[in-house]
C-alpha cells in the first residue's frame, strides 16, 4: 500500500520568500513522486514528476523538487515567490504496476499557498 | 486541443435524485478515472478503467457507477443521490505506454450539490 502525508494544510509567505511545502510517502515499491496545482475553481495541472532519473527535479514555474529515498520525502520549493503561485498543491505517489492497479495515483490531503504582497 | 472535458460544471440535486457526469477525452488514453475532491481531504478515486470495457472500484465506490463503452467516453452515474455526495468530481485520463509513470491529465471539474 503507498501514502502521501502532506505536512502542513497552510503555507503563508511574503512575495520574494522562499517556498517549502514539505511532502513524505510510503511506498512498497520504487515510486513515481509529482507535484500537482491546482488554481481556484479549475482542475489540477502538473507541476513536475520524479521518475527515477535525476533526483532534483525542475518543473514549471520555477518550482523543483528533490526525491530523498532515506528520508521518504519530495518537498517541493521555489526560491522567490510570486504572487501568482498563490494556489492548493498537492503531492502523488504511484508505485503500482502491473494488472488493474497499473497507474493509480495516491493523494495527500493538499497544502493551500498564500503569497502576502 | 480539448484534452479532457467534463459536464455539467454545476449542478443541484435532490435528495434521491439520480444524474449521470460526463467525462470526454480526445487523447487516446487507455486509462481514465473518476476522484471525488472534498476540502482538506486531497483527491479519493471512486472508479477506474485501463480500457474500453473494463473498469474497476476505487477507494470510494458506494453511491456510484461506471461504464466505459468507447475509449474516449466514461460516464459516472449518481443513484439515489445522498448529501454525502456533495463534492467536486474530476475526471482524469493517463497514458498506456511501457514507459508509463502515473501522470494524470485532469478536466475541469464538476461541482455537485446535494440538497
Known amino acids: 500500500a503507498q501514502s502521501v502525508t502532506q505536512l502542513g494544510s497552510h503555507v503563508s509567505v511574503s512575495e520574494g520568500a522562499l517556498v517549502l511545502l514539505r511532502c513524505n510517502y510510503s511506498s512498497s515499491v520504487p515510486p513515481y513522486l509529482f507535484w500537482y496545482v491546482q488554481y481556484p475553481n479549475q482542475g489540477l495541472q502538473l507541476l513536475l514528476k520524479y521518475t527515477s532519473a535525476a533526483t532534483l527535479v525542475k518543473g514549471i514555474n520555477g518550482f523543483e523538487a528533490e526525491f530523498k529515498k532515506s528520508e521518504t520525502s519530495f518537498h517541493l520549493t521555489k526560491p522567490s515567490a510570486h504572487m501568482s503561485d498563490a494556489a492548493e498543491y498537492f503531492c502523488a505517489v504511484s508505485g503500482e504496476t502491473g494488472g488493474t492497479s497499473y497507474g493509480k495515483l495516491t493523494f495527500g490531503q493538499g497544502t493551500i499557498l498564500t503569497v502576502h504582497p | 486541443n480539448a484534452g479532457v472535458t467534463q459536464t455539467p460544471k454545476f449542478r443541484i440535486l435532490k435528495i434521491g435524485q439520480s444524474m449521470t457526469l460526463q467525462c470526454a477525452q480526445d487523447m487516446n488514453h487507455n486509462y481514465m478515472y473518476w476522484y471525488r475532491q472534498d476540502p482538506g481531504m486531497g483527491l479519493k478515486l471512486i472508479y477506474y478503467?485501463?480500457?474500453?470495457?473494463?473498469?474497476d472500484k476505487g477507494e470510494v465506490p458506494n453511491g456510484y457507477n461506471v461504464s466505459r463503452s468507447t475509449t474516449e467516453d466514461f460516464p459516472l452515474r449518481l443513484e439515489l443521490a445522498a448529501p454525502s455526495q456533495t463534492s467536486v468530481y474530476f475526471c482524469?485520463?493517463?497514458?498506456?505506454?511501457?514507459?508509463?509513470?502515473?501522470?494524470?491529465?485532469f478536466g475541469e471539474g464538476s461541482r455537485l450539490t446535494v440538497l
Open positions: 478503467s485501463v480500457g474500453a470495457g473494463i473498469t
Open positions: 482524469a485520463s493517463s497514458y498506456s505506454a511501457a514507459d508509463y509513470t502515473g501522470e494524470l491529465f
